[in-house]
């Protein structure tokens, strides 16, 4: 996987590869090893930039996106994964007093 995004948006080049994964389980598998610190820089660095991705996502088609833009997708998707932890559970990884994470098997 390329570390690169479309130009404009390098300063979150440092997020890949770990938060540019393909899938879901991925994602939330890096959400559950990560501290609240790495979880809240990801959350703080997308937030205020998340309708700048969204217009420069939208000039591709879903299916035909360059890897350059694949990378940004998938760091925004990783945005949303930790997104709750950040805003409901102060950055913990975990669900506090929930379900020990083991328990449940992400297929996608």
């Known amino acids: ?22 899938t879901e389980k991925e994602r939330h598998q890096y959400r559950l ?9 990801l959350y703080d660095a997308i937030l205020p930039r998340f309708d700048e ?3 420069e996502l939208d000039q591709y ?4 996106l360059p890897e350059s833009h694949r ?8 945005f949303m ?4 932890a950040v805003e409901s559970f102060k950055g913990a990884a975990k669900v506090p007093f929930g379900f020990d994470p083991a328990r449940w098997e992400v297929h996608f």
């Open 1 to 22: 996987m390329n570390e690169h995004l479309p130009i404009g948006f390098d300063d979150l080049a440092g997020f890949g590869p770990k938060w540019f994964a393909n």
């Open 33 to 41: 090893e990560s501290n609240p610190d790495e979880l809240n820089q």
């Open 53 to 55: 991705i969204v217009t």
């Open 61 to 64: 088609p879903l299916d035909d």
């Open 71 to 78: 990378n940004l997708l998938n760091l925004t998707l990783s």
């Open 81 to 84: 994964e930790v997104s709750m």
